[in-house]
């Protein structure tokens, strides 16, 4: 049996607001530097659907919605949004007997322990990421635009893994072009200086550095 229009009403308005709320969690991640790009995912698919269903100026699912067939392409935005494993940084329930999504944390551990396994099999490097490096790596645009030129990540992990075995020469280096010694250096420092080597002098740019 069709739902009717009133329980259809009913049924967008509970997703909307918890739509709008994870929405929310998203804009205030984004502010954090490990999840800078969390808006470019899922919730700038929301948005697109937004604007195609409202108008350019609605950035929130929960409005009132009279015409049956433009409710349910509401509907349909809603819950793939909702669905999304990028829609919420950790596990969140989903709908429609999905059971959960597991989050933006949880996708991303199991792919920075896929990369560190790749790593140690691939490599002689004993390099390592956590998570939130990871997360912040993948991001990177200088990463995304090697990644692209070179169709693929294993060339450029090789030299970045292979790179990240000898820190000192990286720490003298970075110590060079800034004119000063650095008592500590992040690994995020360490690779974002090889990653900008290679985009602006190709791969090679990283060699001396094994």
């Known amino acids: 049996m069709a739902k009717s229009l009133k329980d259809l009403q009913a049924e967008y308005k509970k997703l909307a607001k918890r739509a709008d709320q994870r929405m929310r969690e998203l804009e205030r991640a984004s502010g954090k530097e490990d999840y800078k790009h969390v808006l470019e995912w899922s919730y700038a698919v929301a948005q697109d659907n937004l604007s195609a269903l409202f108008g350019e100026s609605v950035s929130r699912f929960d409005r009132k919605i009279s015409e049956k067939s433009k409710l349910n392409k509401a509907l349909a935005a809603v819950k793939a949004f909702l669905n999304s494993e990028t829609s919420t940084i950790g596990k969140a329930k989903a709908i429609d ?32 990421m956590t998570t939130d490096q990871f997360i912040d790596f993948v991001q990177n645009q200088k ?31 970075i110590a060079k072009e800034q004119h000063r010694a650095q008592a500590k250096i992040t690994d995020r420092q360490f690779y974002n200086y090889i990653l900008r080597k290679m985009e602006s002098s190709g791969l090679n740019a990283v060699d001396d550095l094994k």
């Open 97 to 128: 007997g999905i059971g959960e999504t597991q989050g933006i944390k949880v996708m991303f551990e199991d792919r920075a322990q896929k990369m560190n396994a790749w790593i140690e099999k691939n490599t002689d490097s004993d390099w390592k």
């Open 143 to 173: 990463y995304q635009k090697l990644r692209e030129k070179y169709k693929g990540s294993d060339v450029i992990l090789r030299r970045i893994a292979s790179a990240m075995q000898n820190k000192n020469q990286i720490r003298k280096a």
